[in-house]
């Protein structure tokens, strides 16, 4: 009797386990999940102009809707191969992404003053070869109420036309 006893006992705490298991492996296919399908760059209109324009998507590629989702990020112009990518400061607050697919468009501006011409040819004033990049945070939470984040860093440089798409990064793409 002692014997079935202790075998139920340890039958029930692998049958726990199993379940947990199986609760944890659930919650992981039925989450969303964001993250940057692509980044376009745009340069000024002309040789002279000084705005810049990137366009991402954020895609939800889970099977259940994202909530309360804001964004941070941030275009800049850095030294090839920075020091330390920098930090996304301009936030959105763009409420929820429906679920297998859906997505919402983005856009980010820089004017900080570098042309075309600047970015696309080095000055010989100049050590280092310039990039801009796109970096940002995204923070939502799934249908559980659980917070997560995807973190992005983009990149372009050289001469750039209209639409050119930003290549990844790195560092700087991460998500939880």
């Known amino acids: 009797m002692v014997r079935l006893t202790v075998f139920l006992v340890i039958f029930a705490f ?17 989450r969303a999940y964001l993250f940057i399908e692509d980044a376009k760059i745009t340069p000024p209109e002309s040789a002279d102009g000084i705005e810049w324009e990137v366009e991402y998507t954020i895609k939800n590629n889970g099977p259940t809707p994202a909530h309360r989702i804001k964004t ?20 959105d607050y763009l409420g929820s992404i429906g679920p297998n697919g859906d997505f919402v468009d983005a856009t980010a501006i820089l ?18 070869e310039k990039a801009i990049f796109l970096v940002g945070r995204i923070r939502y939470r799934d249908v559980f109420g659980v917070p997560h984040k995807t973190d992005f860093c983009f990149f372009a440089k050289g001469a750039i036309k209209k639409g050119d798409q930003m290549e990844a990064y790195d560092e700087g793409n991460d998500s939880t």
Do not use: H
């Open 14 to 30: 692998v049958q726990c386990l199993i379940f947990a298991a199986q609760a944890i492996t659930s919650y992981m296919q039925l």
């Open 72 to 91: 941070w990020d941030i275009v800049s112009v850095e030294n090839w191969y920075p020091d330390k990518i920098p930090r996304p400061i301009d936030s």
């Open 111 to 128: 004017e900080n003053g570098i042309t075309g011409f600047d970015l696309a040819y080095s000055k010989p004033s100049e050590s280092k």
